[in-house]
């Protein structure tokens, strides 16, 4: 709707006919075209130069009994036209007993002159100046000007979503009485009906009007400051209305374009924002109405740098309620109407209001990520031209595949806004009662099969599956996968296997182990492995998946499972020489596995190795002389054995050695010279444990061993002395390399 305050000559000839019409009236609640115009009771309506044909649908309604108005002293009427008129239409409404002057409300009596909201449960009005003759109001207006300039823009509440449209062209008149506020050399101007009293006291009292004038100038340099630019407008101030809405506010904009004989500029003078009356009844509610205004005066900016079909209604919704969530700190609406969308893609299929609302948690992701500078650098690019995804990729600097993971990870654990987070998403999926959940994702159901049938299987290769799913996944969207456990199979779980979730595609996959309003991530790329998962269902841990597409564009179809894999059978195992040595056990054992080699793993998991005599040389100092000692140390008679559990992915064995240790100190006395020759005899028996880590097979071993010591001394002083120790023990963690059957 254009914000001009219309005023046209009326032909002399058109008065008359109106005269004649509002005269002649016979109180009918309808009205047909004849001769030019149509008669109500207290409503003429002539349609001067426009080419209209009597016989045809135009009709003028009294709709009073059916509509209020705030500011509205005369009846309502709805005036349906059949064509586009581009020529002036003249109305004249009798006054009746209203008062001209306004008493002592202070108004002037203006036509409004309305279109329907988007949803119809609404009128949005503009006024159009009146002449008062004789107790008739007489004004006129162009209604393909109207309608050109009634692009609708809504924001912040469900339902007005789209811009107005109109089966046939149909218009609503009224007379009302309002009164404006602007500021000296302010830029906006505000109407509101003065009619409405509330309390009695003004609808705005005069420190409100000066603060919501001030809010709105601030709004005005919070863009400027940014770097947009308002250049294609040229006529200020900007009229703001205030009427009763079915939505929060809306901006409206005239758009480019060729009308019969009118030609419409691409311009921004047109303009106009519409705020809510219930913000300003009960006193002005500043925190709600700035953020209204955040996000309506956005659409103005944006316009400044495209047009209606050059435009991209996601990304202005997007953009625009996220400046109105930043304003208030609270989730629009409309954000959280259509949450779910969100989970489409990132870049919508469908170009809508809708699907930019769904997507404001994106432009604060995106803000975070690369500062709000890209929403300026987008506009500048994608406006002009109407490319916005190039646009956004150069605003970006990169592809989305990049950071979309990122993202929806994000909004799941609440690094960005979000309306639900793990544990709602979780018990609702699980729910399946709600459509917004279930359009994104689904609940599986997790039966594990007995234990022989899961033994069976991975001895043959096999994945036995607990669980599967198909999913359709949008280009660069997500789907939630909600795992339920059927607690009566969860026994049938050997304990130190895990279920893998399995994805094949180009995806990515994310656990949330849930417990309570805490949770864990479990990063995966194709597959997550549920680490500890017995356990953690014991502990009421709850699990939801996040599969995200990763291609560009078109769905992908694939298939979600959760299944026990196959774990790694060994074929051989060999001792890579990297130990925690601790003293001449340990050294002895080690260098016996190194003479061991590779050692052969049967299709049971059974290995034995063994070396009658392997031999190495140990420095150590003396605890007589403080001299570097040489020792030579020898294993005889090693037994290296165990077992590796495919299905556990875990091994047990023993170890079975004899360690001799001989080194030889010479030191001087008092008295001379001595040799000391010290022999340890170490008796060892251990066991192990073997597990996969970090692609390696890790081996900890514990050993027991008890040591005959015999001391040899010769020179000026001879000793031969023998004993046992019992009781010692040493431990060595020892990387393996193994080579799968």
């Known amino acids: 709707m254009k914000p001009r305050a219309y005023k046209f000559c009326v032909s002399a000839a058109s008065l008359i006919l109106l005269a004649l019409l509002l005269s002649g009236c016979s109180g009918n609640k309808e009205a047909y075209l004849k001769n030019g115009a149509l008669t109500l009771d207290g409503i003429g309506v002539d349609l001067g130069d426009n080419d209209m044909q009597d016989g045809t649908q135009t009709l003028l309604a009294d709709i009073t009994d059916s509509v209020q108005a705030d500011g509205l002293v005369s009846g309502v009427y709805r005036l349906e036209l059949d064509v586009p008129c581009t020529e002036t239409v003249f109305v004249k409404i009798d006054m009746g007993d209203i008062d001209a002057n306004g008493g002592e409300d202070d108004g002037t009596l203006m036509l409004g002159v309305g279109v329907a909201s988007p949803d119809g449960a609404s009128v949005l009005y503009k006024y159009v100046e009146s002449e008062i003759t004789d107790k008739t109001a007489s004004a006129s207006f162009v209604p393909a ?14 339902g007005s979503e789209s811009a107005a449209e109109t089966v046939r062209e149909t218009l609503y008149l009224g007379l009302f009485r309002n009164t404006f506020t602007n500021a000296a050399n302010g830029h906006f101007r505000v109407w509101f009906p003065s009619a409405v009293r509330t309390g009695g006291k003004f609808l705005i ?11 709105l100038e601030t709004v005005y340099q919070k863009y400027l400051s940014m770097g947009f630019e308002y250049g294609k407008r040229t006529v200020w101030p900007m009229d703001v209305y205030i009427q009763s809405l079915d939505a929060e506010g809306y901006y409206t904009e005239g758009k480019a374009g060729t009308v019969g ?8 003078d047109f303009g106009c924002i519409y ?144 309306n639900y987070k793990p544990y ?54 997500a789907r939630l996968v909600a795992l339920d456990i059927d607690a009566a199979t969860l026994k049938n779980l050997p304990d130190d296997m895990d279920p893998v979730v399995h994805v094949e595609g180009n995806c990515a996959v994310t656990v949330y182990a849930i417990k309570g309003n805490n949770y864990e991530v479990l990063q995966g790329g194709g597959d997550a492995k549920l680490k500890d998962f017995k356990k953690a269902v014991g502990e009421k841990v709850q699990y939801l998946v996040l599969v995200v597409g990763l291609q560009e564009d078109g769905r992908a179809d694939v298939e979600f499972s959760v299944q026990l894999q196959p774990g790694v059978q060994l074929d051989t195992i060999s001792f890579t020489g990297n130990a ?68 556990a992915q875990t091994g047990t064995g023993t170890v079975k050695c004899i360690v001799t240790s001989i080194g030889t100190d010479v030191a001087d006395g008092t008295f001379g010279t001595v040799t000391m020759k010290n022999t340890y005899t170490d008796t060892v028996t251990g066991t192990f444990t073997m597990t996969i880590k970090d692609g390696k097979l890790l081996v900890v071993l514990r050993a027991d061993f008890d040591r005959n010591s015999r001391e040899v001394w010769s020179g000026v002083k001879s000793i031969d002395d023998e004993w046992v120790t019992e009781g010692y023990f040493t431990g060595m963690d020892m990387d393996f390399l193994y080579i799968e059957r």
């Open 145 to 158: 000007e109207i309608f050109e300039n009634a692009l609708v823009r809504g924001a912040s509440s469900p």
């Open 580 to 647: 925690n040595v601790g003293g001449f056990v340990d050294a002895g054992i080690c260098e016996a596995l190194e003479s061991a080699g590779s050692i052969p793993v049967d299709e049971n998991g059974a290995f034995t190795a063994t070396v009658p005599l392997a031999g190495t040389q140990v420095d150590d100092v003396s605890a007589n002389s403080g001299n570097t000692v040489t020792y030579d140390v020898t294993a005889t008679d090693f037994v290296f054995e165990g077992t590796w559990d495919a299905l």
């Open 424 to 477: 709602t998403l979780y018990k609702e999926l699980i729910s399946g009662t709600q459509e917004e959940f279930t359009r994104v994702g689904t609940a599986l159901k997790l039966t594990i099969p007995d234990k022989d049938e899961i033994d069976t299987a991975l001895k043959d290769g096999d994945s036995p599956v607990l669980g599967t799913v198909s999913l359709s996944i949008p280009a660069l969207g």
């Open 205 to 215: 009292n005069y420190n409100d009007r000066q603060v919501l004038l001030t809010d």
């Open 275 to 418: 705020l809510n009356i219930d913000y300003f009844n009960n006193g002005y509610d500043q925190s709600r109405v700035k953020a209204i205004l955040a996000h309506e005066f956005f659409h103005f900016v944006q316009l400044n740098y495209s047009a209606p079909g050059t435009d991209c209604p996601w990304l202005d919704e997007a953009t625009a309620t996220y400046f109105e969530w930043k304003e208030r700190g609270v989730i629009p609406d409309v954000t959280s109407k259509y949450w779910s969308l969100i989970f489409d893609g990132i870049y919508p299929e469908e170009n809508t209001g809708e699907n930019g609302y769904a997507r404001m948690p994106l432009i604060d992701y995106l803000s975070q990520k690369d500062s709000e500078d890209f929403i300026l650098t987008a506009y500048q690019d994608g406006g002009p031209s109407g490319d916005w995804d190039n646009a956004l990729q150069v605003a970006l600097q990169g592809p989305p595949e990049a950071w979309v993971n990122d993202f929806y990870n994000k909004y799941l654990s609440g690094g960005i806004i979000s």
């Open 261 to 268: 004989s009118l030609v419409y500029a691409d311009t921004s």
